[in-house]
């Protein structure tokens, strides 16, 4: 509605040339708007309802900005870290959000976050190219696939230990990897993972009187053999870390299999944790060799608590240094 208004103000934007007034009212209308405004005022025409509504939605923005600020508070360094746990993708709002802070300490978790983010997705590649053998047979009808691995052939002292494993198809635990390459605390918190969602866990050991008398490649066969036969339900297919068994089961042997095949590398965790805590025990009964330590391989101190103490009834006497050992006495 245009009308011819004088140099009267309408009342509803009274004080609009006035600096003071416009700060009192709360508003401080943009340059172009204002100018123009003023412009019409001065010419004597002036369209009361637009500055009316510029006025007042004007204000009500401004009033809204600033109770806004009033309630937004300063997030300390300390509950960004805590938040950015929950965050997983860049494209958070909230991730874009703490980018945009220039706190020195807010950058340095926003790197951290990044680095760990790339290492997560750096084990889930790893894990997808793992699961490429039981991919190949669940894709030729087979349900049931162990995974079956040994620890425990090159020890001068202890039993042979090996591990049969059926996981699910919808298994998942990134960083699972060949149980060497995985620290104490890791292949524990691991063992316990695989042992609550596996379909099936088995373990068997060739103890040293065994070994002695077969020979360590046939006591490790034996474990392996030991192992699957005690599996439930039954396995269809086996993939075995570089042994070839006689079994009536399907026979996939892969050479370094722990590091290739998460159902072996499954088996290589548990394998090792059940080993190393018989060592332990052990331990107790002969603390003088350090087997809670060296778990029985041939250390610069076993050697050495041999030559002091001589042999247990755990040591293999076919393995050299012990067989030297036995033959001088």
């Keep these: 509605m245009n009308g011819a208004e004088g140099t009267k103000t309408p009342a509803g934007v009274r004080g609009w040339g006035d600096p003071q007034a416009l700060k009192r009212r709360g508003g401080s209308p943009s340059r172009p708007r204002k100018a123009k405004c003023l ?49 997983s993708a860049e494209s958070d709002p909230l991730f874009k959000k703490f980018q945009q802070d220039e706190r020195k300490g807010v950058q340095q978790l926003i790197h951290r976050w990044q680095k760990r983010m790339e290492q997560e997705r750096q084990l889930q590649e ?57 620290s104490e605390k890791k292949r524990n918190e691991y063992e316990e993972i695989i042992r609550r969602e596996a379909i099936a866990v088995s373990v068997a050991k060739i103890d040293v009187p065994d070994i002695d008398s077969v020979n ?30 006689e079994t009536p089961f399907v026979v996939d042997s892969i050479i370094k299999g722990d590091a290739k095949s998460v159902s072996i590398a499954a088996a290589s965790i548990v394998a090792k944790v059940a080993r190393d805590r018989l060592m332990v025990e052990l331990s ?46």
């Design 39 to 87: 412009e019409w005022k001065s010419t004597g025409i002036f369209n009361t309802s637009y500055c009316l509504f510029l006025v007042i939605e004007i204000n009500r923005r401004e009033r809204y900005d600033l109770q806004r600020v009033k309630k937004m508070k300063v997030v300390t360094i300390a509950e960004i870290e805590q938040q950015l746990n929950n965050i």
């Design 216 to 245: 360590i490649y046939e006591a490790t066969k034996k474990a392996m053999l030991a192992a699957i036969a005690t599996l439930n339900p039954n396995p269809e297919v086996l993939l075995i870390d570089a042994m070839k068994l």
């Design 126 to 182: 790893k894990f997808n190219e793992m699961k490429v053998y039981e991919n190949k047979w669940r894709a030729q009808g087979y349900k049931y696939i162990a995974g079956v691995d040994e620890v425990g052939r090159g020890p001068l002292a202890g039993p042979v230990v090996a591990a049969a494993v059926i996981l699910p198809e919808d298994f998942y635990l990134p960083g699972i990897d060949d149980s060497k390459k995985i």
């Design 284 to 329: 107790v009964q002969f603390p003088e060799y350090g087997f809670q330590q060296n778990m029985g391989y041939g250390t610069r101190e076993h050697l050495q608590a041999i030559q002091i103490h001589g042999i247990t009834p755990y040591h293999r006497k076919s393995f050299a240094p012990v067989k030297e050992w036995v033959l001088d006495e």
